[in-house]
């Protein structure tokens, strides 16, 4: 009995706290601008030939403003250019990936004081070059982009995250990504 007692005083604590504990956690806020680096997986389907695919290196900055739609929630919007340094060579051509430019929507969720998760989405814009017998082309492609991450504090505003983004772009482009941040919140 005496057991029963002490699990259930435990239990009337644990309930009892749990609201006073949800009310430190908030949504995100303000601005925040962040370094990007990861890997880069793009991969050009060309019908009746193998695919083109590469492994390359991400590298760019991002920033975003988020507003919070209560204490669990945040929208915001969320931009970033970055270059790669994936590329496709033979003897005759070469191909390779250049800037990004992307601009989209995010809502996150803070799962502690010190963590949140997101997810995204919006529109992006491939440049890929090419040179073939010394002369050099270049075009933009238009896409979307879709992705899931989360960003943990480390100090005062500073942030690290990752996150996982899937881009389409037109003629049969695309690419997988896996990016790491470092940022801070104003």
Known sequence: MRKFVALSGISALAFAAAPVAAQTITAPAGARAEAIVGYDRPRIAIQGFEDLKDDGVIYGVGAGY?????????????????????KWESSAAELR???????????????????????????????????VAGMNESENLDGWRVGAGGQFGIGGRAYVGGEYRYSDYEQDVSRHQFALTVGTRF
């Open 66 to 86: 988020d507003v919070p739609i209560g204490p669990s929630m945040a929208i915001g919007a969320d931009v970033e250019i970055t270059g790669s340094t994936a």
């Open 97 to 131: 990936v250049g800037r990004d430019i992307y601009a989209g929507a995010r809502v996150t969720f803070p799962v502690s004081d010190v963590a949140n998760l997101y997810v995204k989405g919006g529109y992006t814009n491939l440049r890929m070059t090419g040179e």
